[in-house]
T-cell receptor, first 112, second 114 residues
Framework: QKEVEQDPGPLSVPEGAIVSLNCTYS??????FMWYRQYSRKGPELLMY????GNKEDGRFTAQVDKSSKYISLFIRDSQPSDSATYLC????????????FGQGTTLQVKP | EPEVTQTPSHQVTQMGQEVILRCVPI?????FYWYRQILGQKVEFLVS????????KSEIFDDQFSVERPDGSNFTLKIRSTKLEDSAMYFC????????????FGQGTRLTVV
């Protein structure tokens, strides 16, 4: 069983739509979760960082963690064409060495 | 804004040659990492490094790989004898603390082994 799973998409939405991106994870020891945005052939750019269960909001972005179901979500409100990218969820591995375990990434296209 | 910088952006090498990928982490960060991403696949952890030693390494990080912090600012990944399957994007990352904290990534080095 993969430790972090993510539907690779692609996901195509019209500009202004609310986007929901999701991941599941298998290891209940994971406590810290991150969302990265990656443009083609570029490095992952940190968007959001959350601890345990709950919500965190930053502008148009909201990250949500539900530890009971091992489910991680990222919501993007009022999506823009510039949001078109691949979104990677990641969890800190249980070894506490800083190792991140990534999902496959979901490719998002926001059409004008 | 502080950032992780990597050089070169693209490296082409012949199979069997040694390559060194270079990274300058964010200046007040103490923990350093290498990841790789084969085209179309997920970002995979290679190694974490702190206080001049490896904290953790993955199964990918075999004897052909080594890391070094030669001068207090650079952090390097050496692949001793490259194979075709080493072709990938290699990302350096750094963080202020170990474990549960934000990690910031560089733009990557695209390694092509021919």
């Amino acid at each position: 069983q993969k430790e972090v799973e993510q539907d690779p998409g692609p996901l195509s939405v019209p500009e202004g739509a609310i986007v929901s991106l999701n991941c599941t994870y298998s290891n209940s020891a994971f406590q810290y979760f991150m969302w990265y945005r990656q443009y083609s052939r570029k490095g992952p750019e940190l968007l959001m960082y959350t601890y345990s269960s709950g919500n965190k909001e930053d502008g148009r972005f909201t990250a949500q963690v539900d530890k009971s179901s091992k489910y991680i979500s990222l919501f993007i409100r009022d999506s823009q064409p510039s949001d078109s990218a691949t979104y990677l969820c990641a969890a800190h591995g249980s070894s506490n060495t800083g190792k991140l375990i990534f999902g496959q990434g979901t490719t998002l296209q926001v059409k004008p | 804004e502080p950032e992780v910088t990597q050089t070169p952006s693209h490296q082409v090498t012949q199979m069997g040659q040694e390559v060194i990928l270079r990274c300058v982490p964010i200046s007040n960060h103490l923990y350093f990492y290498w990841y790789r991403q084969i085209l179309g696949q997920k970002v995979e952890f290679l190694v974490s490094f702190y206080n001049n030693e490896i904290s953790e390494k993955s199964e990918i990080f075999d004897d052909q790989f080594s890391v070094e912090r030669p001068d207090g600012s650079n952090f390097t990944l050496k692949i001793r004898s490259t194979k075709l399957e080493d072709s990938a994007m290699y990302f350096c990352a750094s963080s202020q603390r170990q474990g549960e904290t934000e990690a910031f990534f560089g733009q990557g080095t695209r390694l092509t082994v021919v």
